[in-house]
């Protein structure tokens, strides 16, 4: 005999209401970016939303610089959960790649969560095949609030951004960086090349560690010390500057002459404000080959020549960070003889991190 359609419905009931809970997870919610608030930009008035040069620039930097500027290297969300799981929904501009850097570090993100302070990796989004991607970041949360920042790719442009977290939960904007920015203008390197991914770039690692936001203005073969670059830069109140474009001045004629101009001028804005010169790491390709040990030695030269005029002229707060050890010395630093691996940048960081708290 068939039961009746009112002790099946009476029947099922309770385990229907039991299951909701579960079901309702994994359902997601999308947040815009945008809404949430981007940290790494030093300019609002932008023709794309996630560029890091102002759109007044276009017309006044070279176009290598201004593509390159199209990238969101050094930028970042910072947001707070109590979401158990959280996605990332991202559209990437150009879809670049490169031989000698992961896809997660040229186009993916990844995400760190404040543990008392600390921030701790906890997971990635590497992209898929073409420029439209979704990927769970993170899952097995405990459903307390929690601050999160996500960085954004170091090698592509972003189109959307939108952070997925489970329905119901809270979403909120939310920094807990201090005090002014420091600037990084500099090389590929400066701009992430070749970090595994986004938070082992440089800038977001010096970020982190002095919990500090980092604007990162580095453009991969084209830091050359323009003073287009400069009078950009000096339209931002910074609480420290660091220079490190040596190793895309390879006539070595131009390294003093540069340094004489740029730094003066923002001297000239910012009496107070301490300045950073990086002098060029010995890199596998210059501690074994004598003629590229030469062209660096002679680059390193002509830095700590500018550095001393400098000085002489009256310019304080004005700082030089040696090469030697900057990337420890077992050659183990790179991944192509010049560009950065993580422990190269995590050695980089640490030394720069050093030399700025003690003058901050």
């Given at each position: 005999?068939?039961?009746?359609?009112?002790?099946?419905?009476?029947?099922?009931?309770?385990?229907?209401?039991?299951?909701l809970p579960?079901?309702?997870?994994?359902?997601?919610?999308?947040?815009?970016?945008?809404?949430?608030?981007?940290?790494?930009?030093?300019?609002?008035?932008?023709?794309?939303?996630?560029?890091?040069?102002?759109?007044k620039a276009k017309d006044v930097v070279r176009a290598p610089v201004w593509r390159l500027g199209t990238n969101s290297a050094g930028l970042s969300v910072h947001f707070k959960t109590n979401s158990r799981k959280i996605w990332a929904k991202w559209t990437v501009r150009y879809d670049n790649s490169m031989w000698h850097m992961t896809?997660?570090?040229?186009?993916?993100?990844d995400l760190y969560m404040d543990d008392s302070g600390i921030w701790r990796y906890a997971g990635s989004g590497s992209p898929?095949?073409?420029k439209a991607n979704e990927r769970e970041i993170l899952k097995g949360l405990d459903g307390?609030?929690?601050h999160f920042h996500m960085n954004l790719p170091l090698y592509d442009g972003i189109d959307t951004l939108w952070i997925g977290v489970e329905e119901g939960s809270v979403l909120e904007s939310s920094s807990i960086l201090n005090g002014k920015p420091i600037v990084i203008y500099g090389t590929s390197i400066q701009q992430g090349g070749c970090a595994s991914r986004p938070g082992m770039a440089a800038s977001n690692i010096i970020s982190r560690q002095l919990?500090?936001?980092?604007i990162n203005l580095g453009f991969s073969g084209n830091g050359r010390m323009e003073m287009e670059l400069a009078e950009l830069i000096a339209e931002i109140d910074a609480s420290a500057y660091v220079f490190d474009c040596l190793p895309n001045l390879h006539n070595l004629d131009?390294?003093?002459?540069?340094?004489?101009?740029?730094?003066?001028?923002?001297?000239?804005?910012?009496?107070?404000?301490?300045?950073?010169?990086?002098?060029?790491?010995?890199?596998?390709?210059?501690?074994i080959i004598a003629k590229d040990l030469e062209q660096l030695?002679?680059?390193n030269e002509e830095l700590r020549k500018a550095f001393k005029a400098l000085k002489s002229e009256g310019i304080k707060k004005l700082y030089l960070i040696s090469g030697e050890d900057l990337i420890g010395t077992d050659q183990e630093g790179t991944v192509d003889g010049v560009h950065y691996t993580d422990l190269g940048f995590k050695r980089y960081a640490d030394k720069l991190v050093g030399q700025i708290k003690r003058k901050l």
């Open positions: 005999m068939k039961p009746k359609p009112f002790f099946r419905s009476t029947f099922l009931l309770p385990i229907v209401l039991c299951l579960i079901l309702a997870q994994g359902q997601k919610e999308w947040h815009n970016a945008l809404d949430i608030g981007l940290s790494g930009q030093a300019w609002s008035e932008l023709e794309h939303p996630y560029d890091r040069l102002p759109a896809e997660c570090g040229i186009k993916g993100v898929g095949s073409g307390e609030m929690h919990n500090r936001e980092v131009v390294i003093y002459p540069l340094h004489m101009e740029f730094i003066p001028y923002i001297r000239s804005e910012y009496p107070d404000t301490p300045i950073f010169l990086v002098e060029t790491a010995t890199t596998v390709k210059s501690a030695n002679r680059q």
